[in-house]
Nanobody, 122 residues
Framework: QVQLVESGGGVVQAGRSLRLSCAAP????????MGWFRQAPGKEREFVTA????????YYSDSVKGRFTISRDNAKNTVYLQMNSLQPEDTDVYYC???????????????WGQGTLITVSS
């Protein structure tokens, strides 16, 4: 089992931005589709965004499209989530995920980060 290491969570005012980072072991990161999920208390974990191993073919949930941007730096074995125009509804624990399946449908991979809390105050 591989634990991905997340950083960048915190408390922000509505309308402001945060950037999350997720570092993975090289052998896990290489050729791995990466993404982010989020989960609120008492709710199921939901898909947020993902991208292909080479950085193309990005995917976003409708709730974050136009506000969040996923990217990756293969030289650093790191995936990023730039979160702009944050809203109170974005308050969740965010989980990095590796080894995702993107086609024909999006499915979570077996490797997860520890989870980082994003709290957006109104």
């Amino acid at each position: 089992q591989v634990q991905l290491v997340e950083s960048g969570g915190g408390v922000v005012q509505a309308g402001r931005s945060l950037r999350l980072s997720c570092a993975a072991p090289e052998r896990t990161f290489r050729y791995s589709a990466m993404g982010w999920f989020r989960q609120a208390p008492g709710k199921e974990r939901e898909f947020v965004t993902a991208l292909h191993w080479n950085g193309d073919n990005t995917y976003y949930s409708d709730s974050v499209k136009g506000r969040f941007t996923i990217s990756r730096d293969n030289a650093k074995n790191t995936v990023y989530l730039q979160m702009n125009s944050l809203q109170p509804e974005d308050t969740d624990v965010y989980y990095c995920n590796a080894g995702m399946i993107l086609r024909p449908t999006i499915k979570a991979g077996p490797y997860w980060g520890q989870g980082t809390l994003i709290t957006v105050s109104s």
